[in-house]
């Protein structure tokens, strides 16, 4: 009989986050998923067309089932957003009131807020069934960061939840190695705490260099940043560096394409028209993700950022792997794993978080380089991701902890021919 596993995430299909497919490949391994989620509005913040408290509360994926519990939008406040985050918890009780879903294992994708960890756990509990959490976000720190709340008795009281959540979870997996000394300083045993990185999805491969209509083809080097805009990526920074460079280069043409949407895109926008270097910005709608390795394969390098603060030295972000996966060069402003990662793969370049003068020299560095040397730093970029992030390796590593014994060889994808 088939293993049936609960998977609990705010967010969900359609919305693009990498659970997605984590589920999907549960179910080509022969499990039973059922996943809770919420009405589709990330991260633009109004749901999705088609979709309301009483559209689509059912839904099948790929073999998943998908039940959707009511929730307020996260709109463009920090007032919707927490009610956006509390209506979920809220909806997430009566839900598991009301359950008649019978499963073997709980499997919880936090990302913020962790609050929406809190029905899997009363779920499990309930049950009397293992409970996993995989952790992206860290709290209460992303709080502190993001919102600027500086109460120490509301820090205290989601440090509280935040640690009654890790004491009902059997195991808790982290995106990175410094997420696991974290949540061990909360006073969480080490056996208890596993690095579980993230892969990529199949899609994203080396795609043969095109041209795309979203894109002039004018010979500028062409610098991609695809995923949402928000505060946290710390995106800021580039039309800092942008002015530098052209300050520094007036005959140089390069081109930030940027991918996507957030609550941060406007803001971004209208710095890059403050600044008047709209002619070294193009920011393009959000695309399907399967849309993304082809938009890539049209530019040079790939960008990230992250914010200059101290828990974002312990972040990777998903994109990296995407990134990598596609055979690119990354260029990075970041600190602590992900400069780390980037330099081991010698698949890119990283400056450190908010340094614009030293981010800009190495944008100018790069583009001078030929495109052979590209090529071998991508090639880089992507023999290190099939090293470190093989996707069935770490799926077969999470089918020990759900007691299956379907585990399948390791396989390279036959993209790789491109390389050999």
């Known amino acids: 009989m088939k293993k049936h596993i609960l998977v609990i995430s705010q967010y969900f299909y359609p919305e693009q986050f990498r659970i997605n497919d984590i589920c999907a490949e549960w179910i080509n391994r022969g499990y039973k998923v059922t996943v809770v989620t919420g009405i589709p509005n990330y991260p633009q913040g109004k749901y999705y067309d088609g979709y309301g408290i009483l559209k689509k509360n059912r839904e099948k994926y790929k073999g998943i089932d998908i039940v959707r519990i009511p929730l307020i939008p996260r709109g463009n406040n920090p007032l919707m957003l927490a009610l956006n985050y509390s209506s979920f918890v809220f909806s997430g009780y009566i839900w598991k009131v009301l359950a008649k879903i019978k499963a073997d294992y709980v499997f919880i994708f936090e990302v913020s807020p962790m609050s929406q960890a809190l029905p899997g756990v009363w779920y499990a509990k309930k049950r009397k069934i ?4 995989y952790v992206q976000d860290l709290w209460p720190e992303n709080v502190e960061i993001i919102t600027g709340i500086k109460n120490k008795y509301i820090l205290g009281s989601i440090g509280k939840m935040v640690d009654y959540i890790y004491k009902s979870c059997d195991k808790i997996f982290t995106t990175s190695k410094s997420f696991v000394e974290s949540i061990h300083e909360r006073g969480v045993p080490k056996s208890k705490i596993e690095y579980w990185p993230q892969f990529a999805e199949d899609f994203y491969i080396p795609v043969e260099k095109n041209i795309v209509p979203e894109i002039p083809n004018d010979n500028s080097f062409n610098i991609i940043f695809a995923g949402n805009i928000g505060q946290a990526q ?7 560096a942008a ?5 520094k280069n007036h005959n140089s043409k390069i081109r930030f394409n940027i991918v996507g949407d957030g609550r941060y895109k406007t803001e971004l926008i209208n710095l890059v028209k403050d600044s008047k270097l709209e002619d070294m910005f193009n920011f393009i709608p959000k695309q399907p993700a399967t849309r993304i390795p082809q938009l890539m394969a049209a530019n040079d390098a790939a960008f990230l950022s992250l914010s200059d603060n101290p828990l974002f030295t312990k972040t990777i972000p998903a994109k990296l792997q995407s990134y990598m996966a596609c055979g690119i060069p990354t260029i990075a402003s970041a600190n602590g794993e992900t400069n780390e990662l980037i330099n081991s793969s010698n698949g890119g370049v990283c400056s450190p978080a908010g340094d614009a003068e030293l981010l800009a020299e190495q944008i100018l ?9 590209l090529s071998e730093m991508g090639r880089n970029a992507r023999y290190y991701y099939n090293a470190n992030f093989n996707k069935d390796e770490l799926l077969n590593r999470m089918d020990s902890y759900f007691g299956e014994a379907s585990i399948s060889e390791g396989k390279v994808c036959s993209e790789e021919k491109l390389y050999l």
Do not use: N, V
Request: with cysteine; charged share 30%.
């Open 234 to 240: 710390g995106l800021d920074i580039l039309p800092k």
């Open 365 to 373: 560095r790069l583009s001078a380089k030929s495109q052979k040397d």
């Open 243 to 247: 002015k530098i460079i052209k300050s």
């Open 130 to 133: 293992p409970c996993y959490i």
